[in-house]
């Protein structure tokens, strides 16, 4: 059957109509997929795990190897002598650290072959914690669940500073926070020192207080010190011989009675999320409610 002139354009109509409708608009761009991730730092790489995008980390550095969730992740390196080629080679477009990483030099390498780099600032305080849990949480496009995550870290250290405040009156314990890469070179942790803050929040004194930043341990400064507590990063306790092993270095083997307590190591390296759960964990230790050794 012949159609009329007028019912042929209808339908050439329709036929133009439809195959527009089935073709790509070439304006509207397929949504890009998100960047894939190097962090530097257990802080940062702590909070990007925590914040939902551990996904897309495809390297982290030496120090961040203490967190389980990073167990299958390749390893770019001590985080101050970082490599431009080995960081290249994972094809990751952004790179999070913190203020440690470098050199200078690599990390202005690596922007000049395109990728971004954005360090953040690693000092020992809960304000810097907080704002450094909101600044990923922002550039990794989740600003709610960064909210969230410094809600939670304000509930542990106000349960935290709740036990400290039941127990106003009586003598805090003296902590004396040692960082052990080996049975032969532990350092001090003094003033300014992460391990110097999860002691203050956990209401007890730093025994070495009067030190800034990390010393090398002696039997001077250990007497000196007179500690109640030896803290220690729990992947150490191993490493030392235990609490056998610290009785036997210098000024520990002089002070009687000091019982040893840890905490994870990532979170004697660097102030991150689990920054309040730390502090409950030394507070349990110091009680006798575990976290001891």
Do not use: C
């Not at 996904?55 to 390749?74: C, H, N, W, Y």
């Not at 020992?124 to 914690?129: D, I, L, Y």
Request: charged fraction near 20%; proline fraction near 6%; hydrophobic fraction near 45%.
């Amino acid at each position: 059957m012949k159609l009329p002139a007028s019912k042929w354009g209808l339908f050439a109509a329709l036929l133009a109509l439809t195959a527009h409708a089935a073709s790509p608009d070439p304006k509207k761009a397929e949504p890009k997929a998100a960047p894939k991730l190097i962090t530097v730092g257990p802080a940062v790489t702590q909070t990007v795990f925590a914040l939902g995008a551990g996904d897309r980390v495809v390297g982290v550095d030496d120090s961040s190897g203490a967190l389980p969730e990073v167990s299958k992740v390749r390893t770019v390196g001590y985080q101050r002598a970082l490599s431009a080629e080995g960081v290249l080679s994972l094809g990751a477009g952004l790179l999070l650290g913190s203020a440690e990483a470098g050199p200078p030099a690599v990390l202005e390498q690596l922007k000049q072959a395109g990728m971004q780099v954005e360090t953040f600032s690693n000092e020992p305080t809960v304000e810097a914690a907080r704002s450094r849990i909101q600044v990923i949480a922002e550039r990794l496009g989740t600003p709610d669940k960064g909210r969230a995550l410094v809600a939670k870290l304000d509930e542990d250290l106000a349960r935290a500073a709740g036990r400290v405040a039941s127990v106003k009156g009586t003598k805090p314990p003296r902590v004396l926070a040692v960082y052990a890469r080996g049975a032969g070179a532990m350092m001090v942790a003094g003033s300014g020192t992460v391990a110097d803050t999860l002691i203050r929040l956990s209401g007890a004194v730093n025994a070495a207080e009067g030190m800034q930043g990390y010393k090398p341990l002696s039997a001077e400064a250990v007497v000196a010190a007179a500690p109640d507590f030896v803290l220690l990063p729990a992947g150490s306790v191993t490493t030392v011989g235990g609490a056998e092993g610290l009785a036997k270095q210098p000024g520990l083997s002089q002070v009687k009675g000091w019982r040893l307590v840890t905490v994870e190591d990532v979170d004697f390296m660097g102030l991150g999320p689990g920054l309040g759960r730390a502090v409950g964990r030394l507070q349990d230790g110091v009680s006798g409610k575990g976290g001891g050794k």
